[in-house]
């Protein structure tokens, strides 16, 4: 069975900086693109970056373009978000997500990062 | 800026049909934008609906399908219950990686 499990978030001051990790199992990670979506709270999801199987395609929104990076380790089978710089506008359930023949296939259950001051 | 276009809400009765849109304030949605659509309940992660514009995900019900409708893509509920409340979102692949997700539809059955 499929299961993505998120950590990583808390609450943490404008400026600072988190890392968002998500455990995958039931699947070869290294075999799939893999993204990161974020929703506000009361909001619509947003996409925020993505990682192609063979690494050779990574995007980010423009709203986090500079400031968050995507990876992966194949060994641990996890996908990572580095978010530097944080805003407040920058609060919401961090979902990681797989990506299957253009389709969000698989969803984890969400880590809820909160920026404030 | 892309902008990816829903209806805010839409209600539907018991039993009846709704079609929801999604569209682009830059021009036509077409199939090389790969739109897929989403539910989402209160508190749980989005799960598939349709992906590659008419595909539906597995364990779908049939009375979900997606089609292109004009200038836009489209999910259309045929005979909607009470468990089809939900918050309705489209995805579209911009290409390069990356995607855009509409506003949603809160969808009402009553």
């Known amino acids: 069975e499929v299961e993505l499990v998120e950590s990583g978030g808390g609450f943490v001051q404008p400026g600072g900086s988190l890392r968002l990790s998500c455990v995958a199992s039931?699947?070869?990670?290294?075999?799939?693109?893999m993204n990161w979506v974020r929703q506000a709270p009361g909001k619509g999801p947003e996409w925020v970056s993505y990682?192609?199987?063979?690494?050779?395609?990574?995007s980010y929104a423009d709203s986090v373009k500079g400031r968050f990076t995507i990876s992966t380790d194949n060994a641990k089978n996890s996908l990572f978000l580095q978010m530097n710089s944080l805003r407040v506008e920058d609060t919401a359930v961090y979902y990681c997500v797989r990506d299957w023949n253009y389709n969000f296939d698989h969803w984890g259950q969400g880590t809820l990062v909160t920026v404030s001051s | 800026q892309t902008v990816v276009t829903q209806e805010p809400s839409f209600s539907v009765s018991p039993g009846g049909t709704v079609t929801l849109t999604c569209g682009l304030n830059s021009g036509s949605v077409s199939a090389n934008y790969y739109p897929s659509w989403y539910q989402q309940t209160p508190g749980q992660a989005p799960r598939t609906l349709i992906y590659n514009t008419n595909t539906r995900s597995s364990g779908v019900p049939d009375r979900f399908s997606g089609s292109m409708l004009g200038t836009k893509a489209a999910l259309t509920i045929t005979g909607a219950q009470a468990d089809d409340e939900s918050d309705y979102y489209c995805?579209?692949?911009?290409?390069?990686?990356?995607?855009?997700f509409g506003g949603g539809t809160k969808l009402t059955v009553l």
């Open positions: 995805v579209l692949y911009m290409g390069s990686g990356t995607w855009v």
């Open positions: 039931g699947f070869t990670i290294s075999s799939y693109s």
């Open positions: 990682i192609s199987t063979t690494y050779s395609i990574i």
